[in-house]
Nanobody
Framework: QVQLVESGGGLVQPGGSLRLSCAAS????????MGWYRQAPGKERELVAD???????NYADSVKGRFTISRDRPRNTVYLQMNNLKPEDTAVYYC?????WGQGIQVTVSS
């Protein structure tokens, strides 16, 4: 069964860092564009960053310069390094590969 499993979320103070991981089962993801999305309470789900099979990246303006997306192709894993976190980054973060979504993981930025 093809699935995506996120890990690495939690509670962090403003200015802190977290690294999210998305482990994909199934080799079809190795050449696919993978993305991180987030959904805050009362808001629509939005793209945070994505990375193509050729390692080209794209970021939402709100996270440029603070977040970095990367992928480890042999491990079939995508990462989201989040630095200088702000309270407005608080959301459930989802990994996506094609039509497949992970279950989501909570990130809370609060003092």
């Amino acid at each position: 069964q093809v699935q995506l499993v996120e890990s690495g979320g939690g509670l962090v103070q403003p200015g802190g860092s977290l690294r999210l991981s998305c482990a994909a089962s199934g080799s079809i993801f190795r050449l696919s564009t993978m993305g991180w999305y987030r959904q805050a309470p009362g808001k629509e789900r939005e793209l945070v960053a994505d990375i193509t099979g050729g390692f080209n990246t794209n970021y939402a303006d709100s996270v440029k310069g603070r977040f970095t997306i990367s992928r480890d192709r042999p491990r079939n894993t995508v990462y989201l390094q989040m630095n200088n976190l702000k309270p407005e980054d608080t959301a459930v973060y989802y990994c996506r590969g094609g039509a497949i979504w992970g279950q989501g993981i909570q990130v809370t930025v609060s003092s």
